[in-house]
């Protein structure tokens, strides 16, 4: 190998650090796949070296422009930029590997010419058959070289008559293991028996992922690979490649699988299934990154909140931990609220306003010309919720004017009781006092003298007070709230609730 590694944090000394992000477009960005672009890019900027993004759609049955496009839309929400890449441009593209049959061709020609590689006539029942039949007798199942033995003649008479074939990497039979020191696994040594010569070349004239991705990796000098644990039984075919290629390997990370809360691998079951879906729910990015950064990674044991920056200046593969990650959506919801609460209320409003707008409370403009009514919503909510999604829920009777929808169990228990109608009575001719004061605080010591006028708890007065206003025995803090929705909206509210009233 040529990297001489400079010590603990996985960099290399003398050479220039690429690292690629390589999704495959079939589906949405989730959960692994946004960490290992995180730790790519965190690498990268932490070592002063090139972030690539690479788009591996060579499986044209299930990847779609939809969903690079979503792939890409997701990583420059969570604020991972790449300096090369389909929309980037750079030097060793194309970044489309749909666009580098080319290469392909040209690579595997090198290898013909090198004696690295043979056809294979064997059928698919062919193959099927000799598994069973290995399997059975309980020796080895992996392909049985019988094409290697084949004449140059036989060959080239097969190949002329247009026989369907693959290509095989011819391995080294004097060889007893691939070994190679993973970044984060330590030393791995794998016996040559397990791997067979694996196809570089199907029938159909398309190539496999072992093949294509060294090919790609090489040409694009990626000196690092940090990739998910999954790929960690491709990586010994993949050094076998790039020896057959006489190109020197790159540096290799694997990272741990994210589990559940459960132990079981993440998935569907355990929440939000993409990284658009947890923006639609309403966490941050800053949020979400910070916390995928802890997936797997620590700062310094101790330290959960940090920033990019933060990030960027300390990551190192050292840190990187064996273990698996547990995903743990309570933490994430806590980490979020955390960010909340520092955005302040203008920042807030910029990041609430989709809410608002898609949910038919209110449009842009409104949110314009009402900027500061808007803001005051803040310090009320803030403390109350762990996602933007929860916000439209909790203030929805704000936007009402002077009517509300009122919960029906909170009316039979707050409204319907003997006493209410008099509650009502009382703060309306209280509130009608065009004298009063129409802020929290006044509002408040004026409210206040209901329950000894009337002889009543003060639990009985609010809670029926906070469902006429409100509509619910749950909200806001009602001082606050009466004051955004002003006089006249509370004073219709209450004389609206009177016809429930016992």
Known sequence: MFQRFSGNDGSLMNQTIRVRFAPSPTGKLHIGGARTALYNWAFARKNGGSFVLRIEDTDTERSTPENTAQIIRSLRWLGLSWDEGPDAGGSYGPYLQSERTAVYAAVLEQL???GRVYPCFCTPEELEARREAAQAEKRYSGYDRSCRALSEAEVAERLARGTAHTWRLKLPLDRKTVDFDDLVFGQISVPMEQLDDFILLRTDGTPTYNFVVCVDDAQMRISHVIRGDDHLSNTPKQILVYEAMDTPPPAFAHLSMILGADGKRLSKRHGAASVEDWREEGYLSDALVNYLALLGWSLDGETSIMSRATLTSHFSLARVSRNPAVFDPEKLAWMNQVYLKALGASAFVDAWEPYLVHDGLATAGDIAERRAWFEAVYPLVVERIHTLGEVDE???YLFGGGTVALDEESVEKC???EGS????????????DEALCWDAEALEATLRTIPELLGLK?????QA????VCGNRVSLPLFESMVLLGRDACVERLERAREFAG
């Open 112 to 114: 013909k010419a090198r």
């Open 394 to 396: 909790k203030t929805a």
């Open 415 to 417: 409204l319907e009781p």
């Open 421 to 432: 109608l008099a509650i009502l009575e009382a703060a309306l001719a209280l509130l009608g």
């Open 458 to 462: 003060p639990r009985q007065v609010f």
């Open 465 to 468: 007070l906070r469902v006429a």
